[in-house]
């Protein structure tokens, strides 16, 4: 059984896949990127997925509320799969909010720059303390 912090990777890379393919205009179905990603059928890895795609609009505005002089499409496409998945799992699951950024903080230690880790943990704390979440 695969640890929730090893799919959220999965989930990260999904993600940043299908953003890639979609800002190209390469033709994408999202369950063959899943399929591709993973070994096994995983209903944790595609409610995420699919959240985030449908949400995407969403969380991207509540990240560029929370910045100062920045948007989420400056940041890299793996940063923001990240701060999008994190931010999802804060509205719309039940999983502790340490946890959550815990999480996305070693993604981001992992994947981007120190600049963006910070950017990233800055946000999620401010959506923390401001949105009640």
């Given at each position: 059984m695969a640890t929730r912090?090893?799919?959220r990777e999965k989930i990260m890379i999904i993600l940043y896949q299908y953003d890639l393919m979609k800002s190209n205009n390469i033709e994408?179905?999202?369950?063959?990127?899943i399929k591709d990603n993973l070994d096994s059928d995983n209903d944790f890895v595609k409610d995420m997925v699919y959240g985030v795609i449908t949400y995407k609009d969403e969380l991207d505005a509540l990240a560029n509320n929370k910045m100062k002089d920045w948007d989420i499409k400056r940041i890299d496409k793996t940063g923001a799969s990240i701060l999008r998945l994190a931010l999802y799992e804060l509205k719309y699951t039940d999983t502790p909010f340490?946890?959550?950024?815990?999480?996305?903080?070693?993604?981001?230690?992992?994947?981007s720059d120190d600049a963006v880790r910070k950017m990233i943990n800055a946000i999620l704390d401010?959506?923390?303390?401001e949105e009640n979440v």
């Open positions: 912090s090893f799919l994408c179905d999202i369950e063959e990127v340490e946890v959550v950024i815990n999480e996305a903080v070693e993604l981001a230690k992992k994947y401010r959506v923390v303390k």
